[in-house]
């Protein structure tokens, strides 16, 4: 199992972390930036009265996906990478998963550190800022359309 901090300030406090710009060089940013994605889904979820449906996946192989949010009997596959620069590979869990589900993930998201905003290789990229939005509209979209 993960563990969560709800506040990421007091993560990052504990941590050491004493000021913005020693978290770009810190060993655990990425973790602290997944610690905060991971936050902003479970109170988007809250302040819309939806239970938490969120769970990390890891197999036996070693596939990872960061966050898989369930909705509307179907799964939301989201990945985080602090990274500003998207790769190619930040994309792979994301299908690999999906092709070896019964049925293949609803939506596909990647949030980065970076500022783009797009659809690319049928993932919908975003930044923190970005990703209630993203997930609002996800979720409007499974509820509009049948399972």
């Given at each position: 199992?993960?563990?969560y901090?709800y506040?990421?300030?007091?993560?990052?406090?504990?941590?050491?972390?004493?000021?913005?710009?020693?978290i770009f060089?810190?060993p655990?940013?990425?973790?602290?930036f997944?610690?905060?994605?991971?936050?902003?889904?479970?109170?988007?979820?809250?302040?819309?009265?939806?239970?938490s449906?969120?769970a990390?996946?890891?197999?036996?192989t070693?596939?990872?996906?960061?966050?898989?949010?369930?909705?509307?009997?179907?799964?939301?596959?989201?990945e985080?990478?602090?990274?500003a620069?998207?790769?190619?590979?930040?994309?792979?869990?994301l299908?690999?998963?999906?092709?070896?589900?019964?049925?293949?993930?609803?939506?596909?998201?990647?949030?980065?550190?970076?500022?783009?905003?797009?659809?690319?290789?049928?993932?919908?990229?975003?930044?923190?800022?970005?990703?209630?939005?993203?997930l609002?509209?996800?979720?409007?979209?499974?509820?509009?359309?049948?399972?």
């Amino acid at each position: 199992p993960k563990l969560y901090f709800y506040d990421v300030g007091l993560a990052a406090y504990l941590l050491g972390i004493e000021n913005e710009r020693q978290i770009f060089t810190h060993p655990l940013k990425g973790a602290l930036f997944e610690n905060l994605v991971v936050m902003e889904a479970l109170k988007y979820r809250y302040n819309r009265g939806l239970r938490s449906n969120l769970a990390f996946f890891r197999d036996s192989t070693g596939l990872e996906v960061d966050l898989l949010a369930s909705h509307a009997h179907r799964l939301v596959g989201i990945e985080i990478k602090a990274g500003a620069t998207l790769h190619r590979e930040f994309f792979a869990n994301l299908r690999k998963l999906s092709s070896l589900l019964p049925e293949p993930l609803a939506a596909q998201v990647l949030v980065h550190g970076g500022e783009s905003e797009r659809i690319q290789e049928g993932v919908s990229v975003t930044h923190p800022r970005g990703f209630a939005t993203q997930l609002a509209q996800i979720q409007a979209t499974l509820d509009e359309t049948p399972p």
